[in-house]
């Protein structure tokens, strides 16, 4: 699946290339580049506003309450619930 993803957006990433030819012929290749840059901004601020802090990262700085609360919203309430429960009772 990942390899379908990839040569799925490099097909896209060619058709825009082919579209910005069209509209800006005499553009060169500054528009093509510069479309590039909605993508990787578009990914940056997704990294930076929507996905929480690694709850591993949060334990490593003795915030287990905020570890919590990142684990619960990325694997649901009942899983972060069980593997709190888990690591509070130690190894097997």
């Not at 490099?10 to 909605?38: H, K, T």
């Not at 990262?57 to 593997?83: H, I, V, Y």
Request: hydrophobic share 60%.
């Amino acid at each position: 699946i990942p390899q379908t993803f990839v040569s799925l957006g490099i097909f896209s990433a060619y058709l825009v290339s082919l579209l910005i030819a069209a509209v800006f012929p005499s553009a060169g290749w500054r528009p093509m580049m510069a479309a590039s840059l909605v993508p990787a901004a578009v990914h940056a601020a997704m990294v930076l506003w929507v996905l929480p802090e690694s709850p591993r990262w949060l334990l490593q700085r003795r915030r287990p309450a905020d570890a919590l609360r990142a684990l619960s919203r990325l694997r649901g309430a009942d899983t972060a619930a069980a593997l709190a429960a888990a690591a509070r009772a130690g190894p097997a």
